[in-house]
């Protein structure tokens, strides 16, 4: 047995819908401007090129319905999006066999200090000071395939203070689950525990300590996080 130098740091778990057993986090992937209306509102072409992924560390997903506003930011944006959860993978998975790695759905949030990356988008440099900080990805618990099958469209809103911020349709999708999944395994091999946030609708906009931030997806739910 391999000694370590020191203990490792908890796995990332997520819960389950209905199950003691939790499903464990590998990697997170995030598709940026997968909406045509976001594209337009962050002042790009919405027409449908090869779609770009950035990450996010598997500790940044955060279950505990709060959001603790982030240092050295003071435009922090919610992203309201759909979570691909995969119990397989592979490389070069065909876009007809995708989705039989998916292992369930759930709700999350991707939280964004816009500010910092803004500036990041300016000088060319990466992202991750702006989207891979700690809690950045809220999330509720995970609904099998078996329970929920693969939402092709539903409606997804998003409130904060009761007030409507985003609203769409999950048929809005430029590039739907299984192109995704199709895409990322012909760059990186993907594996059982890998997550997917699915990109946000039009809407975006800042949030406040204090506000309620409330996420609902047909069939999947409903999430409510508060900032703090």
């Not at 997903?61 to 979570?83: C, I, K, N, R, W």
């Not at 997804?156 to 809005?172: C, F, K, S």
């Amino acid at each position: 047995m391999t000694e370590l130098a020191f203990a490792p740091p908890a796995i990332t778990t997520l819960p389950v819908v209905g199950e003691e057993a939790m499903f464990p986090v590998r990697r997170v992937y995030c598709i940026g401007r997968n909406y045509a209306a976001h594209a337009i509102e962050m002042g790009h072409d919405p027409d449908k090129e090869d779609p770009f992924f950035f990450q996010k560390n598997p500790n940044n997903l955060d279950t505990s319905g709060q959001f603790p506003y982030p240092p050295e930011s003071s435009d922090v944006h919610h992203e309201a999006e759909m979570l691909v959860a995969l119990k397989s993978g592979g490389t070069n998975i065909s876009v007809e066999s995708a989705l039989t790695h998916v292992f369930g759905y759930g709700l999350s949030l991707d939280m964004t200090r816009r500010d910092l990356q803004g500036i990041q988008k300016k000088l060319g440099r990466p992202w991750e000071i702006g989207k891979a900080f700690e809690r950045s990805a809220p999330c509720g618990p995970l609904h099998r395939v078996s329970e929920v099958g693969h939402p092709e469209h539903g409606a997804l809103l998003l409130t904060v203070n009761g007030e409507v911020r985003q609203e769409a349709d999950l048929n809005q999708m430029i590039w739907k689950v299984p192109e995704m999944i199709s895409y990322l395994s012909t760059y990186f091999e993907l594996a059982a525990g890998d997550v997917i946030m699915s990109g946000t609708p039009s809407g975006v906009a800042a949030v406040e300590k204090g506000d309620v931030m409330a996420l609902t997806i047909d069939g999947l739910g409903r999430l409510e996080v508060k900032v703090t």
